[in-house]
């Protein structure tokens, strides 16, 4: 299993520019979702799906939109890409647990986004 | 707001002496609490949890505590080795997973 991966591992943007940053499980997870992590600001999450078809917004979604087109991947667009958006990004997935949000969640190795 | 926080953004310990990570969380909603671990240039990885119904989870050389009447959890490294030095992060679950700032844990030989 190669667990969670994220493509690319570095990117540098212009302002207004776009992108997709990928990510893919292989464990059949049904739960999957998106973090940034900022100096002071931990991991704050940004978007999640709970299955295929199935997305919601997490507590920073502005600026980025995702969909969940197969269990296995989870693509993170930036439709306008601002400075305020340079960050290190982490995909994860995990089990459900009865329907409810995630316990143990298994990260990927992250995408540093730089926006200039 | 920051419903998770973790205060000390670096702490430096011997080998072999005990490390004590700290977190506080202000949301009672929360029912599960969970410890990940991160070096340089990877994804965080998962270390320990606990159950908001339990106050004490012991993992080999990790424990974790949880006082619920004061909202904080403490993570315990005994003993301390020079591959422990990474940044903790502990997380708070409810409707979905909250994370707070990290802790740079440096273990000196």
């Known amino acids: 299993n190669a667990g969670v991966t994220q493509t690319p591992k570095f990117q540098v943007l212009k302002t207004g520019q776009s992108m997709t940053l990928q990510c893919a499980q292989d464990m059949n997870h049904e739960y999957m979702s998106w973090y940034r992590q900022d100096p002071g600001m931990g991991l704050r999450l940004i978007h999640y799906?709970?299955?295929?078809?199935?997305?919601d917004q997490g507590e920073v979604p502005n600026g980025y939109n995702v969909s969940r087109s197969t269990t296995e991947d989870f693509p993170l667009r930036l439709l306008s890409a601002a400075p305020s958006q340079t960050s290190v990004y982490f995909c994860?997935?995990?089990?459900?647990?009865?329907?409810?949000?995630?316990?143990?969640?298994?990260f990927g190795p992250g995408t540093r986004l730089t926006v200039t | 707001d920051q419903q998770v926080k973790q205060n000390s953004p670096s702490l430096s310990v011997q080998e072999g002496r005990i490390s004590i990570l700290n977190c506080d969380y202000t949301?009672?909603?929360?029912?599960?609490f969970l410890w990940y671990k991160k070096y340089p240039a990877e994804g965080p990885t998962f270390l320990i949890s606990?159950?908001?119904?339990?106050d004490k989870n012991e993992d080999g050389r990790f424990t974790v505590f949880l006082n619920k009447s004061a909202k904080h959890l403490s993570l315990h490294i005994v003993p301390s080795q020079p591959g422990d030095s990474a940044v903790y992060f502990c997380?708070?679950?409810?409707?979905?997973?909250?994370f707070g700032a990290g802790t740079r844990l440096t273990v000196k030989p």
């Open positions: 949301n009672s909603m929360f029912d599960y």
């Open positions: 606990i159950s908001s119904i339990k």
């Open positions: 994860a997935s995990s089990l459900m647990t009865s329907g409810r949000a995630p316990y143990e969640q298994y």
């Open positions: 997380a708070a679950k409810g409707n979905d997973m909250r």
């Open positions: 799906s709970v299955g295929a078809g199935i997305t």
